[in-house]
């Protein structure tokens, strides 16, 4: 079955920075674009960045841009958020998503939090 599996996910101070990867099986992943989103505590889901295949192209919220950079390894199924210089308001439980037209696959989230 399909599985996204987000990890990385920790307690950071400001100005730190943090690495997320998703593990992705049970679709073939090269075919789906890649996306990170995330949830601060009462606020709605928020799209945070895109990566195509096979090209790589890349697209980034302007809340993240310029701090964050979306990878992906179409041989092992992963696809990584390397973060940096981390603020307070990047605190958020972070999803991993595959979309292909109709198709979208959701990981269970890892937990960033951004504090002193």
């Known amino acids: 079955q399909v599985q996204l599996v987000e990890s990385g996910g920790d307690l950071v101070q400001p100005g730190g920075s943090l690495r997320l990867s998703c593990s992705a099986s049970?679709?073939?992943?090269?075919?789906?674009?890649m996306s990170w989103y995330r949830r601060a505590p009462g606020k709605e889901r928020e799209w945070v960045a895109d990566?195509?295949?096979?090209?790589?192209?890349?697209a980034y919220a302007d809340s993240v841009k310029g701090r964050f950079t979306s990878s992906r390894d179409n041989t092992k199924n992963t696809v990584t958020l390397q973060m940096h210089s981390l603020k307070p308001e990047d605190t958020a439980v972070y999803y991993c998503?595959?979309?292909?037209?109709?198709?979208?696959?959701w990981g269970q989230g890892t937990q960033v939090t951004v504090s002193t």
């Open positions: 998503n595959a979309y292909r037209g109709k198709s979208s696959y």
């Open positions: 049970g679709f073939t992943f090269k075919d789906y674009i």
């Open positions: 990566i195509s295949s096979p090209s790589g192209s890349t």
